[in-house]
């Protein structure tokens, strides 16, 4: 196994190499001058020229490409000269929002699908497996977005319940919570019930349920297990999203994660915060789905590295 963890963290590496030359090259791409909004209108010409050699922009894109991956290695993710200070330390400060935020939600997200998914799988054809297949539907199709809308009219400013912006208090994690969270359990929802329609199916539960095993056990002992596989691949490469891609959600109900961190980033042409909040979030994704990989066979020990 230990062999196999090697050549996928290596497969990782290239993978955020990868990302790293993506990004550098998409913020270069969208046009702007970091230098000149760093300054004020006023500023002249030698002025503007003096703050790009500050900032390494005078230099060839591979040289500064090169420049920027050495203070990677180094453990140094950039200045953002928007918010006067290391990238690192703003990562770090966001990071346990995002975090916070991203646990509610999928804590809130499995208490509901796995339940739901099992039931429906086992009573399939009934007016739980009915509903849960409306509530696989209506999560797959309504956008997070359009539900954050509703929410805060509803919640916000009709009943004014909840507060809509920032990250004070309980109340104020429920929205964000409650979008994140719908779609990705309408998705488990329907990975459960699917693999335990299919588990229940096979020939070893016949010949369990034919050696008079109970039906909570073959339930739980036995089918539950096996259609846990898929599920746990939902599970982890959701958390990966959550945890890098919760951006329009966060900026929605102004949640100060790294979300928010790097809309703000890309609109102040910070190149530094950008280039390192599109690595850092590709980092965790790739990590969740590494650890997904490993879980595999602690779950089925059939499963082997590819």
Same mark, same amino acid.
Request: charge should be positive; include cysteine; hydrophobic fraction near 50%.
């Given at each position: 196994? #230990?062999?196999? +963890? ?6 990782? @590496?290239?993978?955020?190499? $990868? /990302?790293? !030359?993506? *990004? ?86 499995? #208490?509901?699908? +796995? ?6 799988? @086992?009573?399939?054809?009934? $007016? /739980?497996? !009915?509903? *849960? ?97 898929? @599920?746990?691949?939902?599970? $982890? ?70």
């Amino acid at each position: 196994m #230990l062999k196999n +963890i090697l050549k996928r963290l290596l497969s990782t @590496v290239i993978v955020l190499i $990868g /990302v790293s !030359i993506m *990004a550098f090259a998409l913020v270069r791409l969208g046009g702007g001058d970091p230098a000149r909004l760093m300054l004020s209108e006023t500023a002249t010409e030698e002025e503007v020229e003096v703050q790009r050699e500050k900032m390494g922009l005078d230099k060839p894109y591979v040289e500064q490409y090169i420049t920027y991956m050495k203070g990677i290695l180094q453990g140094d993710l950039g200045y953002s000269y928007n918010y006067k200070m290391p990238v690192s330390t703003l990562i770090m400060n966001r990071l346990p929002y995002t975090a916070k935020l991203a646990g509610c939600a999928m804590l809130l997200s499995i #208490l509901i699908s +796995i339940p739901l998914g099992v039931i429906a799988g @086992v009573k399939k054809g009934t $007016g /739980v497996d !009915i509903f *849960a297949t409306f509530w696989a539907l209506l999560g797959q199709s309504l956008s997070p977005v359009w539900l954050g809308l509703l929410l805060i009219l509803l919640f916000g400013v009709t009943l004014r319940w909840l507060p809509t912006q920032g990250a004070e208090g309980i109340k104020t994690i429920i929205m964000p919570a409650i979008c994140l969270a719908f779609q990705f359990s309408s998705l488990a929802t329907r990975m459960t019930r699917s693999g335990m329609v299919d588990v229940l199916q096979e020939d070893y539960i016949t010949a369990t349920r034919a050696r008079g095993v109970s039906k909570l056990e073959i339930n739980t002992k036995y089918a539950f297990k096996n259609a846990l596989l898929p @599920v746990v691949t939902v599970v $982890g490469s959701q958390v990966g999203s959550m945890l890098a891609g919760s951006m329009v959600i966060e900026s929605l109900f102004g949640w100060p994660g790294l979300g928010q961190l790097t809309i703000t980033a890309i609109n102040a042409r910070d190149f530094q915060l950008v280039q390192s909040s599109l690595l850092f979030s590709a980092f965790i994704f790739v990590l969740c789905n590494l650890i997904v990989d490993i879980l595999y066979t602690f779950i089925d020990k059939r499963v082997k590295f590819s």
